[in-house]
């Protein structure tokens, strides 16, 4: 057993608290398990697999016991962690956005480009919620018919932003209705009952660094520097799930019926797609589920060789913890067959 | 003046009201107004210009004396009462979507195709919400560079489905917020903290009729059955206020600067568009106003002719009452300089 002792940072997060779950109830092998994270949340008691941990402080000598890490962190403490690990010979699984585009480091989606855990150099990252759920969805058709092209509009959850940004939608919404006036901490307008046409700073010539995530980790995953992507991010008044709006364009035609079987012949998509009965996918339906959900899958009317669906996914999970989880079985096992 | 007395059919409806109040706020010029309603609502008392009148039943008979009557009721009222008021000679100005596609029926955004009010035969139809705002937003950009696609994903409000649809909203929120069950009677699904990516029923392989309106609407509004368009239309957790993220190819390219200086001189768009200091329309902030707000302008990342923008308009206003009141103008006016 290669990763013996393994670790979380960010255990007491909103995604550390599901990857605590996802790793009880996937029945992940180790031998020991720590939980790490920032000062104000050492010392905080856990229950995992029935036993109480101590939250332990994430400082440089916290690795110098582990194996294999998972964080989930805002981007400047993977910033500081990570080399702390890698220099301790700790394989890091990072979900935070600070080392994705990093020329050493693996972007990984499973069910997109497992062989590219063999090249990594003690760091491997998950993509961005909003990229992970579309590159699923694009896999089956891309592998079938190569796609080119995707115009991509999102409607992203508030719980993207955090458990503040939960909190924010909730009590914003209560206010609103009573007609009270409301003290925003996290969202830069209104979220309650309103759209926020705006993720992350202005990036790139109009495009924020939200959806210039989508163009550039599609590319990377993808390993294709030639798929175009024209995103629009948008924040919704929904606790949980991102939805997607996406239109790909394929080299070759598919009909909607043969894409429509690539999905739902793929593992990771459970497709719900039944429009006289009024059944797609719907936040809602969706959250805690691990899988990206796909329907209203159609042809495009304004051009041959495109196809429309929508695609949802629970953000926290697959968008995070399980992608990340994922990635460390990936690891385990290949370990396991060398 | 040629239409001395005029009507309105629907006057106690959501969008009914709305006509009232900007008859008022635009000085509309006529000798009597006359107030229509089905017999459910007939004998309600309604002020008008300080004055009080009493709503009359819509029968056949009902339209003997007036010369112009703005309509917006359900399409199987409007399939009756149209015929009824252009036999006794009363032009009809009609917000249903009865009549839209119909060759002899004019189908008018003041902005976009004024000349087509020459041709009616005494009906004029006002095209659907989703409609109106996006063919604004395209005309600039069509005049001056043609038009050859549309990708539009909607992001549309409750108040589409009429009052019932915004207290849906409204009880179904707080229901949620207390932890309540909540008996639906408008949609077909929970819209609070949820998106519903169907309006309207199954219509054309795979598409809704809320999509195809889009797609057939805007077409016979350009006068041009080369337009693609590719809609997806999707219910969100908003009030008032629908938003919509649009791309646009063009047969010749236009620059960022070039669309947002078009968009910036075309009457009834206002462009909000600073990234950098979080300025773009937002539902909460366009509600309540007749002009079609547009921002987020860019170039598309994935085709060399391609612009996206984000699209924001009060679909009870210019998506509804405020174009209708714009066409009866225009029909005045245009009997004023024959």
């Known amino acids: 057993m290669v990763y013996e002792n393994i670790g979380i940072v960010g255990a007491t997060g909103a995604v550390g608290s599901i ?194 995530k989508m163009v550039y980790e599609t590319r990377k995953i993808f390993g294709d520097d030639s798929i175009l992507v024209c995103p629009t991010c948008v924040r919704v008044p929904v606790t949980n799930c991102h939805s997607e709006s996406i239109l790909v364009e394929t080299e070759k035609p598919l009909s909607a019926a043969e894409a429509t079987q690539l999905f739902r012949d793929f593992p990771g998509i459970t497709v719900i797609d039944d429009l006289a009965n009024g059944q797609y996918p719907m936040p809602l339906g969706c959250t805690g589920n691990d899988d990206v959900y796909v329907g209203r899958i159609r042809k495009d009317l304004s051009c041959e060789n495109g196809i429309a669906f929508w695609c949802v996914s629970d953000n926290l999970r697959k968008g995070a913890a399980t992608n990340a989880v994922q990635i460390a079985e990936l690891l385990v096992n290949s370990a396991a067959t060398v």
Chains 1, 2 share one sequence.
């Open 19 to 212: 990857i605590r779950q996802l790793l009880e109830e996937r029945n992940f092998p180790y031998k020991t398990i720590t939980f790490l994270a920032s000062k104000r949340s050492a010392g905080t008691k856990l229950t995992f697999r029935g036993e109480e941990h101590t939250v332990v402080e994430m400082t440089p000598d916290a690795f110098n016991d582990l194996d294999l890490v998972i964080g989930s962190t805002p981007d400047e403490t993977a910033q500081e962690f990570a080399p702390w690990a890698i220099e301790r010979g700790c394989v890091v699984i990072d979900e935070s956005g600070y080392w994705r585009m990093d020329k050493t480091v693996p972007l990984i989606v499973p069910e997109v480009n497992p062989e590219a855990i063999k090249d990594h150099k003690g760091l491997i990252a998950s993509p961005n919620c909003s990229t992970t759920q579309m590159v699923v969805a694009m896999q089956p058709l891309h592998a079938a018919a190569k796609i080119r092209r995707v115009i991509v509009s999102t409607y992203q959850a508030t719980s993207g932003a955090g458990v503040a940004g939960q909190a924010e939608l909730t009590d914003s919404s209560r206010a609103s209705l009573d007609g009270q006036a409301y003290d925003r901490k996290t969202f830069a307008h209104p979220i309650a009952f309103n759209l926020i046409p705006q993720i992350g700073g202005p990036k790139h010539e109009g495009y924020t660094s939200e959806e210039m």
